[in-house]
């Protein structure tokens, strides 16, 4: 079974501060995503990477970044965090030959 | 409009019951992954498929491709067994996974 894990599993943040949320896969993936998941939108796909020093935009990159320094290690950045980035994040990791997906545990994350 | 349509988009059953959800694709793939969501909010992957069935303990999940559907079973359903019911499938030619909106499945005792 992958295993993926995120930190930090709870964030509170203020409008205009940094966030970074960090995952971490053991299963030596090529691939991993950063998705978030509101109610109303279901999950939507923010950043992805095919390898350490890979990042492309998914379908809602608007206000993120992302850092993959690593085939294991994959961060996604709020450089001025806003309300509206109030959510759930997940990140997931798939090999690149079928694309099955596993998921982090999660990171929730309000902008008071 | 819905590339990946999930339904019913709420079942409840009472526990031991079977049930079937569905997943209908409005998009030309050639796989396509079940997860659940549990309660506490994390997702797990059920299945990976490609044409044809896979089982697991109580869960069977099938796909058909020509005829653009998937179907998830459950048999003797258990409380841990609630949740949310993912489906998802790349669309032709692309990786990136179509989330289906959920079927949000309650098992009572």
């Known amino acids: 079974e992958a295993a993926v894990t995120q930190s930090p599993r709870n964030k509170v943040a203020v409008t205009g501060g940094k966030v970074t949320l960090s995952c971490n896969q053991t299963?030596?993936?090529?691939?991993m995503y950063w998705y978030r998941q509101d109610t109303g939108h279901g999950l939507r796909l923010i950043h992805y990477s095919y390898g350490a020093g890979s990042t492309e935009k998914g379908d809602i990159p608007d206000g993120y970044k992302a850092s993959r320094p690593s085939q294991e290690n994959f961060s996604l950045i709020l450089e001025l965090a806003t309300p509206s980035q109030t959510s759930v994040y997940f990140c997931a990791s798939a090999t690149a030959n079928t694309g099955q997906l596993y998921f982090g545990e999660g990171s929730k994350l309000t902008v008071l | 409009g819905d590339q990946v349509k999930q339904s019913p988009s709420a079942l409840s059953l009472q526990e031991g019951t079977n049930s079937a959800l569905r997943c209908n694709f409005s998009?030309?793939?050639?796989?396509v992954q079940w997860f659940l969501q549990n309660p506490r909010g994390s997702l797990m992957n059920l299945f990976y498929?490609?044409?044809g069935t896979k089982e697991n303990g109580r869960l069977k999940s099938t796909f058909n491709s020509k005829e653009s559907y998937s179907t998830l079973h459950i048999r003797d359903a258990q409380l841990e067994d609630s949740g949310t019911y993912f489906c998802a499938a790349p669309s032709s030619g692309s990786w990136q996974l179509i989330f289906g909106s959920g079927t949000q499945l309650t098992v009572m005792p």
């Open positions: 299963n030596n993936h090529n691939n």
């Open positions: 498929l490609v044409p």
């Open positions: 998009i030309a793939t050639t796989t």
